[in-house]
């Protein structure tokens, strides 16, 4: 069994704060990790993927990888009302023929407050 | 930019009806999958596709069948549609790096 825990929320910040939010996977041969935005209603949107260890940036978004961990975790700089929304962590073993299949955290429901 | 359409937004049905959800991607990914979303249990796989004509099962493929005649298509069939099938379904597809692309979603309710 694959499993892909993340942080249970919800999980509330001011206006401007730092969200953190995040996903430890037992697989240690896991190789590719995601993070998805989910609006209420509507469907799971790609904000970053991560493969080697360390931080990836991108605008507000950073994404870390602990491979000797099994953690990966999303922070949110400035953190604006707009980014309310549940996050899920998705991670890619890669073996045999579950190649290309992710498995899903629950996901972390964040409210960024005014 | 890509693009995942599901042949419908909304979608009411009878038990024991036949139910055809269609899946199309533009980007000719090799891979494409059937999700089900219902509200406490997350994501759950039901069937996905490597390539055309070719299926694996995911974790919860009962009651359901595919169908991938051409690459860019993937089906998902609910063969007799039962109540406890109501759900919002979700197709996706994935790069060869394996970010995976969704489509709006299917909200089916079966009465």
Not at chain 1, 30 to 48: A, C, D, N, T, V
Not at chain 2, 47 to 69: A, H, L, T
Not at chain 2, 73 to 85: C, G, M, P, V
Not at chain 2, 90 to 98: E, F, G, K, R, V
Request: aromatic fraction near 12%.
């Amino acid at each position: 069994q694959k499993e892909v825990e993340q942080n249970s929320g919800p999980l509330s910040v001011p206006e401007g704060a730092i969200a953190s939010l995040n996903c430890t996977y037992s697989d240690r041969g896991s190789q590719s990790f995601f993070w998805y935005r989910q609006y209420s209603g509507k469907s799971p949107e790609l904000i970053m993927s991560i493969y080697s260890n360390g931080d990836k940036e991108d605008g507000r978004f950073t994404a870390q990888l602990n491979k000797a961990s099994q953690y990966v975790s999303l922070l949110i700089r400035d953190s604006q009302p707009s980014d309310s929304a549940t996050y899920l962590c998705a991670v890619r073993v890669g073996r045999g023929s579950t190649l290309g299949r992710l498995y899903f955290g629950r996901g972390t429901q964040l409210t960024v407050w005014p | 930019d890509v693009k995942v359409t599901q042949s419908s937004r909304y979608l009411v049905k009878r038990t024991g009806e036949k139910v055809f959800l269609e899946c199309v991607q533009d980007m000719d990914h090799e891979n494409m999958f059937w999700y089900r979303q219902d509200p406490g249990l997350g994501l759950r796989l039901i069937y996905f596709s490597y390539d055309v004509k070719m299926k694996e099962k995911g974790d919860i493929p009962e009651g359901y069948s595919v169908s991938r005649e051409k690459k860019e298509r993937f089906s998902l069939i609910l063969e007799s549609a039962s109540t406890n099938q109501t759900s919002m379904y979700l197709c996706a597809s994935s790069t060869i790096t394996n970010e995976q692309y969704f489509g709006p979603g299917t909200r089916l309710t079966v009465t």
